[in-house]
């Protein structure tokens, strides 16, 4: 059985008690606003006017400075003019603990419009500064500074939010016309600039998915640059096929991180200079056309410093996540089974019935049926799904009764009913058919398709928009589903003429069709849930996350050690209940001759699922899976509102060592520690969880043993516990489980 053996002062269990409001400024006249109140602990409240606050968040303004603030309790970001008028990001500063993050004073925004490169500021000789505006939004604070480059006959505004809890600001820029004559075209457009000091880069690689193993798939790295070194990192294509657009400075003892809230092609640098660090988010490659009927808005960006004392880099961004993103959207981790690895394209009406029926009793809650269910799938292979795509018609010789009566069959249940489309690509033996996709829609890259048998479609064509909005919604009536995994599998730059973009921002301006339609299914279908798929993690960034309710990590779901690299790496930038895989037979591990409990709290620190065929299985399998599944069940609300510390080095690790991973929720009253043991050999760890509240005492139990004491939150961060593998071990993964008095 698994042990929790104390260090020192963990005793045995007992019980103890223990509106929107908008201001303007002009340049050259400050408006006279009375002071909003503010939550305690606010430092800049009694030094600086506040114009607007929600929560913690707030804007505040000192004009005998020209600067104005915008932040939360712990973040407080100066933005303004420096003496010679350029528009200037001044400082980051922690309220709560008075550090500055030592920023050095410059513009943190640049672009290029026409052959013009513009500065922000208050001359007149370019952009020149309007006005400021301060707002209360639903979610939080947002400040926009507006310019005008009169000659050029543009405006410009940039834009900072701020949401509670986080000390996250996001930021962006908007560009229009401003006479129905006037245009330009956008070219070197920067998100944000920042320089600091010198200090450790930590990145996160992409899915990576045409080397041969994906073992290199999501791997933090870190690094210290040399003098003169550069770091250049993006994606040109699907946004994390590389790279997740995220970065961290860390100096251990605070950490700066930035990155992108965008789903195309991006590009991030970090520049030593001397003994100070460049960091720069941009869109390298995107040239956008503005026009008095084409406003701009480019991708959002964010940035923000946290203690490492008092959390992680996910940890601070999860609010951001939670209301700047999702607008209050929380996530919802199902016991998941899919059909794909167990079945391919071979389902039928007859094999999902019994499947619905044994995943039922196993106490699965969702059942998605993946790809095959459309007339001609698997019309050259059992993992043939490219044929027929696009003719969104349900294949009824395989299902006589339709979808709709699996769905029926899996709420009679109790389930919720899921289905597998990739509404961005058809077969091409699809196209101009009557009411399907025509050929002018197709995406093509110097006329070129991309594929001899499949073509995308381009988004940006309202047509094609419209045509695909349509197929989903009648398919959505028709089987009353609950759940979409929305899947990419391919991905083309399209410069064809006719679909309403330019040559180099046919991505650009699909990207932003796609938002529109996931906006537009969830004001439609407020509970539906939808799955971010992109042939595994391909598009797994914050735009996605902004719309979507989970996110599968990888196809390559095996072995186990690979599932725990992708989620003790991911979990850096994401929630850990974002985040998917399955756990299936595979002649990698086969699960007859393999550690059972394992595999599947493997899987337990994200989105936990099932692929599998399940009348294969043993009643021992059986009786296991039954019975992991009631536990992930308690650990699930845990997981859903926590953020992950890994305690450890990445998996995968030797055979004689150890992971840990900690989730701990916000409210820090509960977390979980997954311990994993590399092999059966009997051995012990000491283990020092962060992140709980050192004036609590939390009572401590072991997933197979039960209760296991009490010891304060201070003492089980300074003194650890020790986990304890033996003979009577049930596994070798073992979790422990926090729950505060």
Partial sequence: MALLVPVRRLHSP??????????????GLILFLALIAMPPRRAVSAVVPILVSHGDAFVAHDSTSDRWSIGSRDLDVSIGFDPAGAFTLHSITNPVTGRSWNVTPAPDVSLTA??????LGKSTSGLSFINAQAEETNDGVRLTFTFEDRGAGILVSRVYACYPGSPTVEAWTRIQATSPGASATLADLVAWQITMPVSTVHTLTGLRGLTADHEDAFTRESRDLDPGERLDFGADARSTQEFVPVVSVDDGRDEFFGGLVWSGAWNMSVERLNDRLRVTASFQGLSPTVSFDRPVELPHGFFGVTSRAATTVSGALRQFVLSGLRHGRRFQPLVTYNTWFAYGTTITEGILNDEIDRAAALGVELFVVDAGWYVGAGATSDSDFESGLGSWATDTDRFPSGLGGLADRAHALGMKFGLWVEPERVSLDTVDLPTLARESWLVTANGSYGSPTTALVCLSDAGARQWVWDELVALIEDTHVDYLKWDNNFWLNCNRGGHGHGATDGSFTHVQALYGLYADLHERYPDLMI??????????DFGMLRYTDVAWMDDKTDPSAHVRHNLEGLTFAYSPAYLSSFVLDSETEPLYEADLRFILRSRMPGAFGLTLRTGALSNEQIAILKDEIANYK???????????????????????????????????ANALVFVFKGNADEGRLLVRPRGLRSDVDYDVRSLDTGPMGTASGDSLMADGFEAVHNAESHSRAHVFVFQAR
Avoid at 114 to 119: A, H, W, Y
Avoid at 531 to 536: L, Q, R, T, Y
Avoid at 637 to 644: E, P
């Fill in 14 to 27: 007992h019980l103890h008690p223990v509106p929107t409001r908008r201001y303007r400024l002009r340049a």
């Fill in 114 to 119: 026409g052959t013009k490169r513009e500065v």
């Fill in 531 to 540: 799955e971010n798929v992109a042939s595994g993690g391909n598009r797994l």
């Fill in 634 to 668: 308690t650990l699930r609300d845990i997981v859903a509102q926590s953020n992950a510390i890994l305690l450890s080095d990445q998996a995968p690790l030797s055979d004689d060592s150890w992971e840990v991973l900690e989730e701990i929720a916000d409210d820090q």
